[in-house]
């Protein structure tokens, strides 16, 4: 390689290492936001440190070996096999035992009481329903939280395993089809912390991602009530009804729920607060009219593989629907 190729080289390793440390929210292991995803976070920088370590003596002891090769004294017998023992199995026995150690003893399990929230999380390829069984309340791809708080996860999936993480959180946890997996995570600082699915479950398992949001006990306790009011309200309007008529004559409602009508199918996302979702796709765009246009028009060209149809449908049942759905709060 050539100094000016070597230098682009070098810039491109450098912009792929850095671009996992911007961002409007971080998706890392390396910024915690729980005493759990600190505890986490304190292991993997020890890990980074003893296994760094390591490698430099034995890239020095290499490059040593190398520049002896040829003037090597003539050495007693068995002399070569007190270094192997103690270099290769004592220091080496050692170092795991302490790492063994520190891993078992990090303090990174969860619990809390009745008194916590408890949401239902339920995977799918590839999407996360979300429910709140006590608040009534159902959304999809992204959970909200109270700050500060454990709150109790009821983790399964409605098909193959899926696996929940958010790095800044807490770690992995299986979703698996025939078993609920009890998991508790809290938040503490109010933000957004984006979730990926952590089990290759097909095609699109890279776009199986979510958000936490996790706001002040306060912004939460509203958080519930909107939702809660404006599933009543907003299916009452009048102007809304010729909306949902045209909803369901195209065929929405044969999989999506709205709370309060008759779309009551649970195939796909429940979209009864539609509107103030974040991402469509579970992460693929943010929520707006020209990625719901463009959602609408071609979900497998979006999503390969995703259970969504083509809609054939004329361009005023295309502007009645996006007007529909984002009304949606
Ligand atoms: Cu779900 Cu990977």
């Not at 999407?127 to 709150?151: C, F, K, L, M, S």
């Not at 509203?222 to 195209?250: I, N, P, T």
């Amino acid at each position: 390689m050539k100094a000016p190729q070597i230098r682009t080289a070098i810039a491109l390793m450098t912009a792929t290492l850095l671009c996992g440390c911007g961002g409007e929210h971080f998706q890392s292991v390396l910024h915690p936001a729980s005493p759990e995803a600190g505890e986490i976070s304190r292991l993997w920088w020890f890990m980074l440190a003893v296994c760094g370590t390591v490698f430099v003596i034995v890239i020095a002891l290499l490059i040593v070996a190398i520049g002896r090769r040829g003037n090597r004294k003539p050495q007693a017998p068995g002399g070569d096999a007190k270094f192997v023992l103690i270099g290769g199995m004592l220091i080496p026995g050692i170092i795991l035992f302490v790492l063994l150690i520190y891993s078992i003893s990090a303090k990174v399990v969860l619990t809390g009481d009745e008194r916590n929230l408890t949401i239902q999380v339920i995977g799918h390829q590839w999407w996360w329903e979300v429910r709140y069984p006590n608040q009534d309340i159902v959304i999809a791809n992204e959970i909200y939280i109270p700050v500060g708080e454990p709150v109790r996860l009821q983790l399964k999936s409605a098909d193959v395993i899926h696996s929940f993480w958010v790095p800044n959180l807490h770690g992995k946890m299986d979703m698996l089809p025939e078993h609920i997996n009890t998991f508790w995570i809290r938040a503490d600082k109010p933000g957004v912390y984006r979730g990926q699915c952590a089990e290759f479950c097909g095609a699109q398992h890279a776009w199986m991602a979510f958000e936490v949001v996790a706001l002040s006990t306060n912004d939460f306790q509203q958080w519930v009530s909107e939702r809660r009011k404006l599933a009543v309200e907003q299916v009452a309007s009048a102007e809304r009804k010729f909306s949902h008529e045209v909803y369901m004559r195209v065929g929405c409602g044969q999989c999506h729920a709205i709370k309060g009508t008759s779309a009551v199918a649970q195939i796909g996302p429940d979209l009864t607060h539609f509107g103030s979702r974040r991402t469509i796709g579970a992460g693929l765009m943010t929520n707006n009219t020209e990625t719901l246009t463009r959602w609408i028009l071609a979900p497998q060209k979006m999503k390969p593989g995703n259970l969504m149809p083509h809609t054939k449908l004329t361009d005023e049942e295309l502007q009645e629907l996006v007007a529909y759905l984002t009304s949606l709060k």
